[in-house]
């Protein structure tokens, strides 16, 4: 069991306010490949009216049309499998939800794993910093002495880097959730941008829709894989490569969302290497350029979000002073392998 928070020494000045998160990265720690596995999603089972998650004293305000809500009043840990369960759908349905004022972060990881197991078994990253003992926390750290989002865009004039999480694993991930434990004051920056890929495909042609229909591309953790290598990193597991299709399609809602992706995407199936690199040069400026599709999520202390990776790519920011702490984790269930659209 992990240590309760109030067991937990006090924190110095200079330290992460939660310690225990504080990650490692074990060049000896090795993971068995991941299995194929059934995956029922949660929220083929809820209520659509959600009376389960969105009571009498809830307020909800939606950031845009497309994406993106902000939820005060439900604490995610006071939760039944039936309020889970239509959290599942309410975050397919718009894609991105910012809770205020959660306690999570003080569960204690036994209890923040079992909740994001109600989504699907959790991935535990073949490269990240996770925690000691508990590899399912994908631990997100940067201080003025240690910045890996940084050294792994390069000398970039711009640090964006969209990508929908793991997107090269055979079950990519569904909902995903991702609490804050010290981060930059609210407008100092550190907040994270999503964008819609439902609504990036939607902005397409029926003709080209069609044209991107029945495609596959490969989505490779190669480039990860070496660079965590590279610079003394852990490999835990080897590195994988997987088809997925261009075009996916949601198992609950039906709807249709592109699944490519810079940081992983690497070629289109049967494409030569021009035509492939053009018609993803095509969907990657498309969908970076697509401002009235896209949202920023913001952080306050008890911040949780939940989005569906299934049909949004986001980013860090990187836009906060490099002398600032910036700490959190992400709990990654994963979901079925892509269905095409």
Same mark, same amino acid.
């Given at each position: ?41 949660p ?11 969105l009571?009498?004293?809830t ?14 009043? %439900? ?13 599942? &759908?309410?975050? $397919?349905?718009?894609?991105v ?27 535990? /990253?073949?490269?990240?910093?996770? %925690?000691?003992?508990?590899?399912q ?21 711009n *640090? ?9 694993? &055979? ?5 995903t959730?991702?609490? @804050? &434990?010290?981060?930059?004051?609210p ?16 902005r ?12 596959? $591309? @490969? /989505? ?11 610079r ?15 075009? *996916?399609?949601?198992?609950v809602?039906g709807?249709?969302?592109?699944? +490519?992706?810079?940081?992983?995407? *690497?070629?289109?199936v049967g ?15 498309h ?16 911040? %949780? +979000?939940v989005?569906?990776?299934r049909?949004? @790519? ?16 992400r ?11």
């Amino acid at each position: 069991m992990a240590p309760s928070i109030a067991d937990l020494p006090p924190v110095k000045k200079d330290e992460p306010s939660y310690p225990f998160y504080y990650p490692i990265f074990d060049t000896e720690e090795r993971f068995t490949p991941i299995e194929k596995f059934e995956h029922t999603d949660p929220g083929s089972r809820a209520d659509p009216a959600k009376p389960h998650l969105l009571g009498p004293n809830t307020t909800t305000n939606d950031i845009s049309p497309y994406l993106g809500t902000e939820i005060i009043g %439900v604490q995610i840990s006071q939760l039944s499998p039936e309020g889970l369960d239509e959290l599942g &759908l309410l975050a $397919a349905e718009r894609k991105v939800l910012v809770f205020r004022d959660q306690d999570f972060k003080d569960l204690g990881a036994d209890r923040q794993i079992e909740i994001a197991k109600h989504f699907g078994p959790i991935h535990q /990253h073949p490269t990240s910093g996770n %925690v000691k003992g508990y590899p399912q926390f994908h631990v997100v750290y940067r201080d003025a002495e240690h910045d890996r989002f940084r050294e792994y865009i390069g000398d970039r004039a711009n *640090r964006t880097s969209w990508h929908s999480d793991v997107s090269y694993e &055979l079950q990519p991930p569904g909902a995903t959730f991702f609490f @804050v &434990l010290d981060n930059p004051a609210p407008g100092a920056g550190g907040d994270t941008l999503f964008t819609s890929q439902a609504e990036a495909y939607k902005r397409l042609s029926p003709e080209f829709q069609k044209r991107l229909e029945g495609l596959r $591309a @490969v /989505h490779s953790g190669v480039a990860q894989a070496e660079f965590s290598k590279k610079r003394g990193g852990p490999v835990r597991r080897d590195p994988v490569e997987h088809e997925h299709p261009v075009v *996916r399609v949601h198992p609950v809602t039906g709807e249709k969302a592109l699944y +490519v992706n810079p940081n992983f995407t *690497r070629r289109i199936v049967g494409f030569k290497t021009e035509e492939s690199e053009y018609l993803l040069k095509f969907l990657y400026d498309h969908i970076a350029k697509g401002a009235d599709f896209q949202i920023r999520a913001t952080y306050k202390p008890g911040t %949780v +979000v939940v989005w569906d990776n299934r049909l949004t @790519v986001h980013s860090a920011s990187g836009d906060f002073d490099q002398s600032i702490r910036r700490h959190a984790i992400r709990l990654t269930p994963q979901a079925e392998a892509p269905i095409a659209g």
